[in-house]
Every structure is written in structure tokens, then in C-alpha cells.
């Protein structure tokens, strides 16, 4: 399934204001003068780049499955990291350029990290949905949520603690668990699903789950086996209540105004799973999903906090209280390990050490980094960026002089060799 991500980072500097720039419009700046840039918004791994809402932007290539999503998703990290380098080198010098990849800021200020799908329009949207994904993405927080302060408060993912409703067709307030927004880039047989009750997430392990669940999920409900999934009294509500318990035992949802556990509704999804895995691959995934889930029904807490970043991250913040009991530690902490940079991030700093599960190698991120999926949308777009001077480039087109000007559409995510009938001169 096709599939990608777009997360909004933050560059910070303290100098920022008094050197009179921003530094994500600086580093994207630096990023086009760049060899790592393709066309307008483009890099020459297919990722696309760009300011959003005071914010330097990342989106993923088009991935076809959650392993590839994996590497490139870490290849943006990477992209960014670079950025944030350069701006230090030739614009602040000793003064410390900062990037994170989370959801808010200490003031309160929150932004977008979000996951997209390619899905057939032959399901009932939004019913179906509600009916079958839901009771998956109000559940799944408890293995797939980063952590974070709000309020005074740590919560286990702080975009299921800001989200306001069910079905929404905002992105920037009274968001909702099912986000309406139709912008296929596509043929009008897809629909883009566009999930944005999802976190910023830096463990390799938390992001392969939360994509393998997803897309497997999906699948079973284009094949209409999700009629007997659990139907949840009030899922919104209920999840704002899980998001704010760290205790599993104190974990809730209703089905039939019988309370259940939300470990229960995700294993319900684990089995029907079960049944439709082709390679040796998925069952891995499958077997630690099960194991993840037991680990936290279990309280195996350092055990299961290898996998699961908000567990992750509450115990870097309590290592980090023993070391200063300062009033800003649990803050600064709870921030620091989202910093991109290995030398600086708390996570990455764990990440040697041992303390969580790695899915894939510095090596493949690196090559990510230049290069775009080879079996997606993704390497035909970069082809032809490759090949002719490009008057502009989006997800689905391309418009190339080659002598005359020739707009060539990408209608299908899934092809990489161009189908000439799409190429018509303009």
C-alpha cells in the first residue's frame, strides 16, 4: 500500500531574531543551492521540502510498504540534520542551531506530524471507517504515542490529547480522529488517508508498528473483514482518558457499556491480521506487536519501553530528574529527546547504548538520503527531473521543456516507467 509521512520540524536559534533570519526558510534555502535538490520543492530522494505554517516541512517519498517508510522517514531526519549543520557553520557560529522532530513547543504551540494512505474509494468514507479504523487509531496510542508535557501533565501522545473530535476536516483546530481532507495526488479511484491523531516519532520500532498495523488494517477493511470489529460507546472520550494514564491497568475503552482494556481491541485487530500475512516479514512484525502488547498488559516496563517511545521517554525524563532536580529539567528533557542531531538527542544517546530495539541500519538511511524508493511514483519523478529542465514538479505532474512544453501527468503512485499517452503538450 502506498504510503508516506510529512512532519513539520523546528529549527531553533537564540540569535534568530537578532541575526534577522529565520532559519527554516534559511535552510531551505540552503537545501535548493543544495546537490541534495531536484526540482522546486523536490530532493533527489522524492522527498518533498517546503515552509509550512513556520515550520521546515518533510514529507516522505511515496513508500510501498512500512519497512521502506521506515528508512525514509529517517533518510528526512537526516536531511534536516544536515540543514541544521550548514546554518551553524556559515550563519551563527558557536551559537547553537536546534532541531526536533515533535508535536509542541514548551509554550503550548503544537504542529503536525501525519500519515497518508492510499486507499481504493470503494469504501464507504467516512462510515466505514468509523466503524472498522477507528477503534485502531484511539487504541493504538498506547505502543504508537511519543510522550510529552501539555498542561503540567505527561501524556502518551500528545496529537490524541489535542484532538477535538471524531470526524473533522481540520488540520489546525478542533481536529479530528478521521480527517476528511480529499487531495488524491492521484487517479480519482484513490483516496489519500490523510491521519493526523498520530505523533512525531524518533523509535524505529514505534514507527513500523504504527505503519504495518495501519496499512494491514486497511487492507482488511477494502476486503470487508473488519464487520465484527468492536464498536466503541464513546472513542473519543475514551482516549482522552487513556492518553493521560501511564498505568495500563487504569487503561479503558467501552464496548456495549462493558468496559474493556484497549490492549483487548488491539488484539482483536492482531488476529483478524493474523490471517492475511504472506511473508516471513510481516509475521515478524506481527510476533512483536503481540509481544509489545503483552509486555505493557504485563507492566514489563524496560522491556516493553524499547519498542514504545512515550515509556521511552518518561524514563530519560525521570534518569534525567535524579541528575538536576533544576525547574526546568523535566521540561528540557522531555524536548531534548527529540532532538535530531546524534550528539545532542537524548534518544540517540539511548539508541547507542542499547536501551531500544532498532528495524533498520544507519547504512540504508544514508543511502535513502540520495536515493528515492525504487518501486513507487517516486523514482519516475525523480527520472525526470533528472532528465529535463523542469518548469514545475508536484506529487502527480510534471511540466518539462524539451524544445516545447510538455506537461506530463503522474496519475498512478505505483508506476515508475512513464506512460506516454499522459504526456500532452500544453
Known sequence: MIQGTEHEYTLYCKKMGSLGFDPHTLGLDLLRASDLHAAGEFTVNGSRCYYDVGHFEVSTPECSNPWDLLVWEKAGEKILDWVRKVIEEKYTGKTRVWAFKNNTSPDGTSYGSHENYCVSRSVDFPSAYVRGLVPHLTTRIIYTGAGDLIDGKY????????????????????????????????????????????????????????????????????????????????????????????????????????????????????????????????????????????????????????????????????????????????????????????????????????????????????????????????????DLCDKFNIEMVDWSVVVVDDGGRRRIELPDPYATQLEEPHATAS
Open 155 to 382: 501524556v502518551l501522545s500528545p496529537s490524541a490529547y489535542l484532538t477535538g473530535t471524531l470526524v473533522s476536516a481540520e488540520t489546525m483546530h478542533d481536529t479530528g480522529v478521521l480527517n476528511t481532507r480529499d487531495e488524491p495526488h492521484s487517479d480519482q479511484k484513490w483516496r489519500r488517508l490523510h491521519v493526523i491523531v498520530g505523533d512525531a516519532l524518533m523509535n524505529e520500532t514505534a514507527i513500523l508498528l504504527r505503519h504495518f498495523t495501519t496499512t494491514a488494517i486497511l487492507q482488511l477493511l477494502e476486503d470487508g473483514q473488519l464487520d465484527d470489529a468492536p464498536k466503541l460507546d464513546a472513542p473519543v472520550e475514551d482516549m482522552w482518558h487513556n492518553v493521560e494514564c501511564t498505568k495500563p491497568d487504569e487503561w479503558t475503552v467501552r464496548v456495549a457499556g462493558k468496559a474493556v482494556n484497549p490492549v483487548d481491541i488491539q488484539r482483536y485487530y492482531l488476529a483478524k491480521v493474523e490471517d492475511i500475512l504472506e511473508t516471513d516479514a510481516e509475521r515478524r512484525l506481527l510476533m512483536i506487536w503481540g509481544e509489545v502488547l503483552d509486555d505493557l498488559e504485563a507492566k514489563r516496563s524496560k522491556r516493553a519501553a524499547r519498542r514504545v517511545e512515550w515509556l521511552d521517554r518518561w524514563f530519560a525524563i525521570q534518569d534525567a530528574l535524579e541528575a538536576d532536580r533544576g525547574t526546568e529539567t523535566e521540561m528540557m528533557a522531555c524536548k531534548q529527546y527529540s532532538e535530531v542531531g546524534e550528539e545532542r538527542s537524548i534518544f540517540y544517546r539511548r539508541q547507542r547504548e542499547g536501551l531500544v530495539d532498532r528495524q533498520t541500519t544507519d547504512e540504508a538511511i544514508l543511502r535513502a538520503v540520495t536515493n528515492p524508493p525504487s518501486d513507487t511514483r517516486a523514482r519516475l519523478r525523480v
